[in-house]
């Protein structure tokens, strides 16, 4: 399929099976099944995976179009197709033939759903320094010990993509590894379910690895080279994942927004609110803010998917802009429409709760700015 009907294809989804889960996915805390499997029958299961393996071929600009349209109905049903797009492409990035049989075709097939597991109670934001412990029984096997958090479609996906530490105890801190642990693995330990303020069918969910023993056929790419799949791969597809979700929270929040001034009039006058000068002076700021902020992650992501090395400045900017943009769009649409926005449980509700996600979903905006500004000023982006 062509991009355009790739989005039409989602658009048509988003208007009907995720519009009709979003309600218990927010209400019930329920994992958007419904919605993730209407994806992949519809073969968008294998959307950054390379059409030789089956996928759609498809790279970051596809990646944030798509789950701004379904961020608009669903945040949840976004961010969980967009992790597993993201771990999709980390698998893909140096996919052995074995790989390529065991996890790429199957997830163009619509038969398999992956993510990814990086971060870590300990280390906070910093997921790029994993504490998982990474031991070599043999030339064909690994024994992997310690755990992971607020893993996205945690215990629901068929594979997980694991970074841990190098193997040899002297490595540098960035010589780290990463795998894919299947889920049928033995001995994997899933904490709580995940009751989130928002993002609420994330099924964010801790993961703890005790002696976990995986086939040195699932290491991804070479011992201690992860750091190359974060900043070349996971970096800039879940940077763009999750830009493109916020991004549609935010336009969600204006189409509300918008909506009631359409609606919405005087009793005494017969006036609607969006006929006071005031309002759409509010509404066209909220449509600047949101338009500026979709054209540069459009920018970030074409230059992207062309290699150009300079695209991981707007990259980066794109996530803290977009957050900024989410959190922003949504308080100020909720100043617009009054009272009403404050009902308990209602759209405005459900959108100013998913919205604050935006900035402590690591790496978080505090972080992108530092990155940002050290490669502006020709430092390294990770200091000691």
């Known amino acids: 399929m062509h991009l355009q009907e790739i989005l039409d294809t989602?658009?048509?989804?988003?208007k009907t099976t995720v519009a009709e889960e979003a309600y218990q996915i927010d209400e019930k805390g329920k994992w958007p099944e419904n919605s993730l499997r209407a994806l992949q029958k519809a073969g968008l299961g294998g959307l950054v995976v390379a059409k030789e393996f089956g996928g759609q071929g498809q790279g970051l600009l596809g990646l944030a179009r798509a789950c701004e349209i379904l961020g608009e109905v669903s945040g949840s049903a976004a961010l969980c197709y967009g992790m597993h797009c993201v771990g999709a492409a980390v698998i893909g990035a140096k996919a052995t033939k074995?790989?390529?049989e065991d996890f790429l075709k199957p997830i163009a097939a619509g038969e398999h759903l992956t993510t990814l597991a990086l971060s870590e109670p300990g280390t906070g934001a910093h997921f790029y320094f994993p504490q998982t412990q990474l031991l070599a029984l043999s030339e064909n096997e690994f024994l992997l010990n310690g755990s992971k958090s607020f893993v996205t479609n945690g215990s629901k996906a068929d594979s997980y993509v694991i970074s841990t530490a190098g193997v040899d105890p002297e490595a540098a801190r960035e010589e780290f590894s990463c795998f894919v642990l299947e889920n049928t693995t033995s001995g994997l330990q899933w904490g709580p379910e995940w009751h989130g303020l928002g993002m609420r069918g994330n099924s964010s969910r801790s993961l703890l690895l005790n002696d976990i023993k995986v086939p040195a056929q699932n290491l991804l790419g070479d011992v201690g080279d992860q750091l190359w799949y974060v900043f070349q791969v996971v970096?800039?597809?879940?940077?763009?994942?999750?830009?493109?979700?916020?991004?549609?929270?935010?336009?969600?929040?204006?189409?509300?927004a918008r909506q009631h001034l359409l609606e919405r009039s005087y009793r005494?006058?017969?006036?609607?609110?969006g006929q006071n000068n005031i309002m759409q002076h509010r509404l066209g700021m909220l449509w600047c803010k949101i338009e500026r902020t979709r054209q540069l992650l459009y920018h970030a992501t074409r230059e992207g998917d062309i290699g150009d090395p300079a695209a991981v400045l707007p990259i980066?900017?794109?996530k803290a802009e977009v957050g900024h943009c989410c959190v922003d769009v949504v308080n100020e649409a909720m100043t617009i429409m009054g009272g009403i926005a404050y009902s308990q449980n209602s759209r405005m509700d459900v959108l100013l709760r998913d919205a604050r996600a935006a900035h402590v979903m690591s790496p978080t905006t505090d972080i992108l700015y530092t990155w940002l500004g050290r490669a502006l000023l020709e430092q390294p982006i990770l200091d000691s």
């Open 268 to 273: 005494h006058s017969g006036a609607t609110i």
């Open 316 to 318: 980066l900017a794109s």
């Open 10 to 14: 989602i658009k048509l989804i988003s």
């Open 98 to 100: 074995q790989q390529q």
């Open 235 to 256: 970096a800039p597809y879940f940077l763009t994942a999750m830009s493109g979700t916020y991004l549609g929270i935010a336009q969600a929040a204006f189409n509300e």
